[in-house]
């Protein structure tokens, strides 16, 4: 998939989504989930906790051999470098050169990367993120948008307080708020209780 195409694609299945951080609030359907406790960053369990909610988000939503298309963004006011060598690390099997693909916009590097669930190291690259912003190894500067292909979702776990999960589909949305609902951002539920798309 060239450049053209694969802008295509994200325009067609996602036409009201923009793929910028915060996603929740750049799509008209979604969900926003708490990951830490709120409490002191450093209290005993806190990561381990974070880690786990993600992981069970992320395993719930995404089948073995679901299709995926990850894409790391650099952030603004990031050095720029290697961004295919970078990536890499977190997907297990040897990439093709039709499975990667690095573009430029605005002078910054996006790295599109085409995989199975079950290629990408989603552990390392969950606990990857979530580090980002305490200093935490490993960390990665990078935003990461996982697309799901199949399901026509967007995984997106901006730091170690949440992520959010979007999509133009609500059957995925509607199973992921009955299984962890318990663990939507309070903040967000009147936004939510507005989208149409809820479970009755």
């Known amino acids: 998939m060239d450049k053209t195409n694969l802008r295509t694609y994200i325009q067609r299945i996602f036409p009201n989504i923009q793929l910028k951080a915060p996603l929740f609030y750049h799509a008209p359907s979604g969900i926003r989930f708490e990951l830490g406790n709120q409490k002191k960053v450093w209290e005993k369990e806190y990561m381990k906790n974070v880690y786990e909610r993600a992981y069970a988000i992320f395993s719930f939503l995404h089948d073995k051999n679901d299709d995926l ?101 609500p059957l995925p949305l509607k199973r992921l708020q009955k299984k962890f609902h318990h663990w939507i951002v309070d903040i967000d539920a009147q936004q939510l209780n507005e989208q149409t798309w809820l479970c009755p």
């Open 69 to 169: 298309l990850v894409l790391f963004k650099q952030r603004s006011g990031d050095r720029k470098r290697d961004e295919e060598s970078n990536v890499k690390k977190f997907i297990k099997t040897k990439l093709s050169k039709q499975d990667i693909q690095v573009v430029t916009e605005a002078n910054r590097n996006e790295c599109f990367i085409y995989c199975k669930t079950d290629d990408l190291k989603h552990k390392l690259l969950i606990q990857s993120i979530a580090n980002r912003d305490l200093h935490i190894q490993p960390s990665l500067e990078e935003e990461c948008y996982i697309i799901n292909m199949n399901k026509h979702t967007v995984f997106h776990l901006y730091d170690d307080r949440g992520l959010d999960v979007v999509s133009n589909n």
